[in-house]
C-alpha cells in the first residue's frame, strides 16, 4: 500500500478537477492523510476524509496562521480529534522564513497544539522551516507523542536528533531534485524503519513533473528515489513505510 502521509487535496489548486484527483488514489490503490493548515481547512480537510475511506485526516493551525489559534478553536479542536478519521494533529510548528510572523506567537501556538495532542495521545506533524533549534526545544520539552518530522529538510545531524527522540521522518518531492544532496545523505544513513513518504501536494512535486501541479499518486517518485538510494526494490520499500504508517497512526489499518 502506497502511503502519502501529508497532502492537501482540499486545495483550491483542486477545484476544477478535484474528483479525478481522488479517482487517481483510488485506482492507485493509495491511503492519503489529508492535513489541515488553518481553521478553515480543517473543516475541508473533515469533509474529504468523511466522504472517502482511504483519506484520512491530521488537524491543527500551520505557523503562518498562529493567530486563528485561540481558546475556542483549541476547544473546537480537542473535540474533532475523538472523531474516527483523524489520525493526528498537524500541520503545525515554527515557520521563522517570513521575518515578519510574530515568534512568540507562533511558539505559543506549536505548545498548545502539542499539549492537545498528548493529551489524546495522538502522532503530531510538524511543520519546521529556518526553525530547527527552536523547534528541536519546544519538542524536547513539550511533546509526549510520536512526532513526525514533515518534507525533512534538514542534515542528517538534525535527523540523528530527531530518531533518538523516538521521532519518524517524513520524506516529499525534495528528494528527487538534482540538489537534494543532503536529503540524499539522510536517507542513506537512516533506517527505513523511521522513514514515511509524503507529497504536500499541490507544492513540492518531485521529478519528472517538478514545476507543475503535485498530487499524492506522485508519492511512487519518492519511493522509487528512496528504493534506488537503498539498493532495494520498490515494493519492499512501499512496504516497510506502509508497516511504519501503522505504527505511527494507531487509527489506520
Ligand atoms: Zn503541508
Redesign the pocket.
Known amino acids: 500500500m502506497l502511503v502519502d502521509i501529508?497532502a492537501?487535496v482540499d486545495d483550491s489548486a483542486y477545484d476544477q478537477d478535484r474528483e479525478q484527483v481522488i479517482e487517481r488514489i483510488r485506482e492507485n490503490d493509495m491511503i492519503v492523510i489529508n492535513?489541515a493548515?488553518d481553521v478553515p481547512s480543517i473543516a475541508t480537510t473533515l469533509e474529504l476524509a468523511e466522504k472517502y475511506d482511504f483519506i484520512y485526516a491530521t488537524l491543527g493551525v500551520?505557523p503562518y496562521e498562529a493567530a486563528q489559534v485561540n481558546e475556542k478553536e483549541l476547544e473546537r479542536m480537542d473535540q474533532l480529534l475523538s472523531h474516527p478519521r483523524v489520525v493526528g494533529v498537524g500541520?503545525i510548528g515554527l515557520d521563522y522564513h517570513m521575518e515578519e510572523l510574530d515568534k512568540k506567537l507562533q511558539q505559543k501556538a506549536f505548545i498548545d497544539q502539542l499539549e492537545l495532542a498528548n493529551k489524546h495521545g495522538m502522532p503530531v506533524v510538524i511543520?519546521d522551516r529556518d526553525a530547527h533549534k527552536d523547534t528541536l526545544d519546544i519538542l524536547k520539552s513539550h511533546m509526549k507523542v510520536t512526532g513526525i518530522m514533515?518534507?525533512f529538510s534538514g542534515s542528517y545531524e538534525m535527523a540523528k536528533q530527531c530518531i533518538d527522540m523516538g521521532m519518524y521522518i517524513s520524506i516529499g518531492g525534495v528528494l528527487t531534485f538534482k540538489n537534494a544532496k543532503k536529503t540524499v545523505e539522510v536517507i542513506e544513513k537512516i533506517p527505513l524503519e523511521r522513514v514515511l513518504t509524503e507529497t504536500?501536494c499541490p507544492?513540492l512535486t518531485p521529478e519528472p513533473f517538478r514545476g507543475t501541479r503535485n498530487e499524492p499518486v506522485y508519492t511512487r517518485y519518492v519511493v522509487q528515489k528512496i528504493a534506488d538510494i537503498k539498493g532495494m526494490e520498490y515494493d519492499e520499500v512501499m512496504r516497510i513505510v506502509y508497516e511504519n504508517v501503522k505504527r505511527v497512526f494507531a487509527k489506520i489499518r
Open positions: 501529508h492537501h492535513s493548515s500551520h500541520e511543520h514533515h518534507c504536500d507544492y
